[in-house]
Structure formats: C-alpha cells, structure tokens
C-alpha cells in the first residue's frame, strides 16, 4: 500500500521556515476557532471536516486554499451570514462558501491550481496550456443547471456564483484568465488583393473564450498568498483581482 504523507508533519518540524509555519498554523487555528458555530451543510462537524483532509499532500494544499480563503469572510461573519459547504440549488453537490448579503446568496467554489508541471515543446518553445479554461469547464458544470438558470432568466434567483482560483506556485496571470473570458489574443491583417499590401497589423481577441458559454458563472477571483510581518504579527495576506 503507497504511504501518504501529510505536510502537518513538516508543520511539527521547527528547525526551518518557522515564520512560514506559524503563518500556516494560524489560519488552521483560526479556522477551527471560528467555524465551531457556523453551519456546515454537508458535513455538520467542521472539525472533522477540515481533519479528514489533511491526512496527504493533496488533500493539505486543497483544504488550505479554502481555509485561506473562507477566514477571509470569517473575520467580517457579524456582517454576512455565513454557510460552509452549503448545497447547491437543483444540484445534489455542495459548493465551498455561502455569503448572504440581505436577500442575495453568493456561492463560492474554491480550487487550489497547484504547480504547472506539465509544459510541452511547440517548435522547441515552451507551451504553457491555459489551465483557466480547464477549471472554467469543470467548476461551471458544478454550478449548472438547466432549471437554476431558467429561474435567474425570469428574476425568480438572484444567486451569483463564482470560482475562485488559488494560483500560488501556478502559471496562471491575468493574462490567462482574461483569455478565458474575453478570448485569447491574436494580430490581425488585411491584405488589399489589388495591390498585394497589407494593414498594420491590430491586436484583436479571437472569439475563443471559453466563460462566452459559462453563463452560469458570475465572476473569477484569483489570487496569491503573501507571507507578511506587520508589528510582529507574522500571517498570509491574499493579493489578487476579480474578474
């Protein structure tokens, strides 16, 4: 049977990175403070849910995205009422978060993109795959139904949904995701057939963008964490963009 190894034991080990840790296991002790009190609809113990996780590299880095990211809503929870892992409507899934904001529900689906391993050579350049568009597909397809899009439509819902991006140790810019959703870049030409001279060439967005079909999708979030120390408070602080 192939062992599994957890990274909270390099979390135990205190001879190196020992602000890189602390900042870690804050947000994992913040996390578990926090949410003691606050509905877990898929899992009704976030303890136990958070622990299941953490028992291998994979799950660590997947569960961490979330935490980092939920904490964020956690330290604002008097303002917004809060639901993690909460159903998805029409669906049988769970997303990650649920905001509300007076009558409006936003859901949030969080995924860690984990480090671009696999680039390939194209005419002996390297060609780095737009992994955006991958999640776009898969976290929209999680969102999508025919009968909570038809409800949006008639102004019986007025959920958002969103995908939000955790691209630390990733490839993924802005520059990607904007290919996402507005098509990727391209120079277009005209050639006069007459005289056989062409335009300057114009910088256009080919209409390639795979959000055009992700209706369902309100917004991306993307961001990187950043490891700070403010007065001595040593944390992660979450650099990024929406889009």
């Keep these: 049977k192939e062992k599994k190894y957890s990274p909270l034991f390099w979390l135990g080990e205190q001879e190196r990175d020992k602000e ?28 136990k849910s958070l622990v299941s996780n953490l028992k291998d590299e994979t799950g660590f880095f997947d ?12 330290s604002q929870k008097n303002k917004y009422e809060l639901i993690i892992e909460p159903k ?17 529900k936003l859901f949030f ?5 984990k480090t671009d391993r696999n680039l390939t050579l194209d005419n002996g350049a390297v060609l780095i795959k737009n992994r955006v568009d991958k999640i776009l597909k898969e976290k ?7 009968k909570t899009f038809k409800e949006m439509e008639e102004g ?27 098509g990727s870049l391209a120079y277009q030409f005209y050639r006069n057939n007459k005289t056989g001279k062409t335009t300057e060439p114009q910088l256009i967005r080919k209409d390639d963008a795979i959000a055009k079909d ?23 602080i979450l650099v990024g963009d929406i889009i």
């Design 20 to 47: 890189l840790k602390k900042a870690y296991l804050k947000e994992l002790e913040l996390y578990l403070i926090s949410t003691s009190n606050i509905v877990n609809e898929e899992c009704s113990d976030n303890k």
């Design 63 to 74: 569960i961490f995205s979330e935490v980092l990211f939920i904490n964020k809503f956690i």
């Design 88 to 104: 998805i409507p029409n669906k049988k899934g769970y997303s990650d978060l649920l905001v509300q904001i007076e009558e409006r």
């Design 109 to 113: 689906e969080v995924k860690n993109s």
């Design 140 to 146: 929209s397809k999680q969102f999508f139904d025919e």
């Design 156 to 182: 019986k819902r007025t959920d958002l949904y969103f995908i939000v991006i955790d691209a630390d140790n990733s490839t993924i810019d802005e520059y990607m995701i904007s290919n996402s959703f507005f």
């Design 214 to 236: 992700k209706k369902i999708v309100s917004g991306l979030i993307y961001f990187k964490k950043q490891l700070i120390n403010k007065d001595g408070d040593i944390k992660f």
